[in-house]
T-cell receptor, first 117, second 112 residues
């Protein structure tokens, strides 16, 4: 019963191709994220959706387009792949708790390692 | 926006010794500070967190301290074991869990 699952786990593709990574969470969370982890292990936020609405859109090339069909899913589509897109992409979810109760813990998926040749 | 710095970038300790990792943040509105551990090839997982209304929190061999005035927080691991070897990330966020900004990570190696 994986809490945050993403597919595929590994993706090897040629420059210029278009690819998608899918993410699903069964935790009932209202917020989902995409993070990019490069070869130096930096974890950088790319996008965040709360209740299917985009709330964070960092400086990411517009070749990257997230789509959230419902609260439990957040997919990432990448057009015209470049060598620099090679990284591990992590999906994550949390509950946006604005009060004093609960936890803001981020639950990560297992990651999708994208290699662009 | 928030900026989180983390030191050291690598840390080697002998098994049984203590390890300390320090982070600073820039946004005084940040109020939630989690620490994540990422083992090789695995996902980051929460190990301990602290909110801005608390100065210290402990869970067995790990503890976190927060100094709001100085805007820094630290992770302390006592009696280190080989399985503590991993990359550790600190993070800061507003609203107890919105827009997490991560530090660059510390690679901890515990030598037997």
């Amino acid at each position: 019963d994986t809490a945050v699952s993403q597919t595929p786990k590994y993706l090897v593709t040629q420059m210029g191709n278009d690819k998608s990574i899918k993410c699903e969470q069964n935790l009932g969370h209202d917020t989902m994220y995409w993070y990019k982890q490069d070869s130096k292990k930096f974890l950088k936020i790319m996008f965040s959706y709360n209740n299917k609405e985009l709330i964070i859109n960092e400086t990411v090339p517009n070749r990257f387009s997230p789509k959230s069909p419902d609260k439990a899913h957040l997919n990432l589509h990448i057009n015209s792949l470049e060598l620099g897109d090679s990284a591990v992409y992590f999906c994550a979810s949390s509950h946006m708790d604005r009060g004093q109760m609960g936890t803001g813990e981020l639950f990560f998926g297992e990651g999708s390692r994208l290699t662009v040749l | 926006g928030e900026n989180v710095e983390q030191h050291p970038s690598t840390l080697s300790v002998q098994e049984g010794d203590s390890a300390v990792i320090k982070c600073t943040y820039s946004d005084s509105a940040s109020n939630y500070f989690p620490w994540y551990k990422q083992e090789l090839g695995k996902r980051p997982q929460l190990i301990i967190d602290i909110r801005s209304n608390v100065g210290e929190k402990k869970d067995q061999r790990i503890a976190v301290t927060l100094n709001k005035t100085a805007k820094h927080f630290s992770l302390h691991i006592t009696e280190t074991q080989p399985e503590d070897s991993a990359v550790y990330f600190c993070a800061a966020s507003r609203d107890y869990g919105q827009n997490f900004v991560f530090g660059p990570g510390t690679r901890l190696s515990v030598l037997p």
